[in-house]
């Protein structure tokens, strides 16, 4: 299974738990719903208690006997271990049996889920002990491009204890640094904003100016990714000379869609958020193909992003007008995707390549 193929089919997966998460109720219904059906999709046998054994025992010290959800096998031996939640069930990791039974077995992996949200956990800080924070988290329903890389390491056919674990230390704490960076754009807390004043005012630092200081910090934190965003797409938008972007406001990009501009060659309407669209897939496409030789065509009902403008080697069409925003990608099987906004297409990047690949 390549890259592509595992994407669509963990799309499929994340619509599956979106339908269903409101009509699951108990952990054996989430374990027959929303996570069997996870690990299918990553190519194992979830029929064949030799491969995937259900209600491993676990002989944990004087509790002897106890039985973790799951055990994923190689050789006979457990190397993942699954423990699950009730879909309605917060996960908590100080709570989880996993730490018990991580240290009696071969295991080198721990899996929290309730089904949504999944928490892979591995033994970075300590031989045979599982670590408190997981190196990998994330919702079923709000994959990332950059969780699909790493499942992708998880399924069946690709797994190799020694590569993910190579991987997970450094994972695990840009994982962390990224957490706490987002949560200290949202609401930054005294010692943060103190650690910035620090290098910018010569001043007393006293909880009146820390006070004073936070909500500059915060919007300036906000302005600097906005900046970032809008750079990389005219940056794009520049190769070719288009108009250039400009986003000041979370609300702008919604705002623009009263203006218009004109294509004098197709003679249609081509909004901002086409072009916003069109920026964001050079960015994507990037790394393999010159942004030079992505065009795009405007048509009336969509808008059709192009290879060499070659109509032939159609990569993706977006229909941007409406609340129901989506993109038909053109694969095998002409993958349909919803989207909030042009940014989100970002989430389907690998899949992008895999159409581009087939035109360089």
């Not at 952990?27 to 029929?47: C, H, M, N, R």
């Not at 039985?67 to 908590?92: F, G, R």
């Not at 919702?139 to 950059?146: G, R």
């Not at 197709?266 to 030789?293: F, G, N, W």
């Amino acid at each position: 299974m390549g890259m592509e193929q595992f994407i669509n089919n963990m799309e499929l997966i994340s619509q599956r738990v979106e339908k269903l998460k409101g009509s699951v109720s108990t952990e054996e219904a989430t374990k027959t719903a929303l996570v069997l059906p996870f690990f299918s999709t990553l190519g194992y046998d979830v029929f064949n208690p030799l491969e995937f054994t259900p209600e491993f025992i676990a002989d944990v010290g004087i509790k002897k006997g106890e039985k973790v959800d799951y055990a994923i096998m190689e050789n006979n031996e457990p190397v993942i271990l699954i423990e699950c939640k009730s879909v309605n069930e917060q996960l908590t990791n100080h709570d989880s049996q996993l730490f018990r039974y991580f240290g009696t077995s071969t295991s080198k992996f721990g899996i929290l889920t309730n089904g949504i949200e999944y928490r892979f956990f591995t033994d970075l800080e300590e031989p045979n002990k599982m670590d408190s924070k997981p190196f990998l988290m994330f919702s079923i329903t709000d994959l990332k491009d950059a969780h699909l890389r790493e499942l992708f390491k998880f399924t069946k056919e690709n797994f190799n204890v020694q590569n993910i674990s190579s991987s997970a230390y450094e994972l695990k704490y840009v994982n962390l640094i990224r957490n706490y960076l987002n949560e200290q754009m949202e609401d930054p807390n005294e010692d943060f904003v103190k650690h910035i004043l620090n290098h910018v005012y010569e001043g007393v630092k006293t909880k009146a100016i820390i006070e004073r200081f936070t909500p500059t910090v915060k919007s300036t934190f906000n302005q600097m990714m906005k900046d970032k965003v809008t750079d990389k797409l005219n940056a794009a938008l520049n190769t070719t000379g288009e108009a250039k972007i400009k986003i000041s406001d979370k609300n702008d990009v919604e705002s623009l869609e009263s203006a218009k501009l004109k294509n004098d060659t197709l003679e249609v309407i081509t909004t901002p958020t086409e072009l916003e669209a069109y920026a964001v897939i050079k960015v994507s496409l990037m790394d393999i193909i010159s942004p030079e030789r992505i065009h795009y065509r405007d048509n009336q009902s969509y808008f059709n992003i192009l290879v060499d403008n070659n109509i032939r080697k159609w990569v993706v069409r977006a229909y941007l007008e409406g609340n129901n925003k989506k993109i038909v990608i053109n694969d095998e099987n002409k993958s349909t995707f919803s989207i909030e906004s042009p940014m989100d297409i970002v989430n389907y990047k690998e899949a992008l390549i895999g159409v581009v690949e087939k035109f360089v």
